[in-house]
């Protein structure tokens, strides 16, 4: 089994402290910086083996090099941007696993918001960690790929179980809700989560983990076929990728 730990990070990442229970391996996932990982990992475990990043930006990796340096831990990133990654040692690429204790993670090759950027699935514990590329009720920015690309790399994460909880890398949930209301008006279940949200963030508690169920019936850019979302877009006879595209540049203005 797979204990994760919330950490927040600058001003509005998240990392991940992570333990494989039955063999108490321990791992981060996206240390934006050193210190506050630090403080979570001498509270609870006094040790670092791996860290583990999607991809290459600074409020990913920021903590990559300070952390390995005191716990001597191994870094594994992607392979198409090993060479981005401060302290790279195994690079994974599309299907490789990464086997930690107990637990394998997938990786699966997700291009869109960088050129390399991965996602680290489990079927076991039905949990992924998806960086920059899926936020809940939105997606990344398209800065080094395509929005083909980026349309493609979403379509691989909603086949996976609806009932996989998704831990991503920015609390963007709130203004991300504001946008998909803006465009699926009549949306119950999208209202309901919004008030779940503004709720979780006064107590301030983070709005994740969220499950790809919930995702698949808030989030817009999982729900470009939706008929309602394409009327209110004036888009009824566009594809589903001209939508998300739409949409994508919406959201880079929103
Ligand atoms: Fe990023």
Do not use: W
Request: hydrophobic share 30%.
């Amino acid at each position: 089994m797979l204990e994760v730990s919330i950490i927040k990070c600058l001003s509005d990442n998240f990392s991940y402290l992570i333990r494989d229970t039955k063999t108490n391996l321990v791992g981060v996932v996206d240390p934006s910086e050193f210190n506050p990982v630090d403080l979570e990992i001498s509270k609870k475990y006094k040790k670092l083996d791996f860290i583990l990043n999607t991809h290459h930006h600074s409020d990913h990796v920021g903590g990559n090099l300070d952390l390995k340096k005191k716990y001597n831990s191994k870094i594994v990133c992607s392979s198409y941007e090993k060479n981005k990654i401060p302290g790279s040692e195994i690079s994974m690429s599309d299907k490789e696993e990464f086997i930690f204790g107990e637990t394998t993670f997938k990786i699966m090759h997700v291009p869109g918001h960088t050129a390399g950027h991965i996602i680290f699935y489990t079927e076991k514990d039905n949990l992924v960690f998806t960086g920059d590329t899926l936020f809940s009720m939105g997606c990344g920015r398209v800065f080094e790929g395509t929005l083909e690309q980026m349309y493609n790399s979403l379509g691989k994460i909603k086949k996976l179980s609806k009932n996989t909880l998704i831990y991503c890398g920015h609390e963007y949930t709130k203004n991300n809700a504001k946008f998909c209301l803006k465009n699926d008006s009549q949306n119950t279940k999208l209202k309901k989560r919004f008030d779940t949200v503004k709720e979780l963030l006064k107590k301030n508690l983070p709005t994740l983990p969220i499950t790809l169920a919930e995702e698949l019936e808030t989030n817009i850019f999982l729900r470009c076929d939706n008929k309602k979302i394409k009327i209110n877009l004036k888009m009824e006879k566009n594809s589903e990728f001209e939508v998300f595209s739409k949409l994508r540049k919406l959201k880079d203005e929103f």
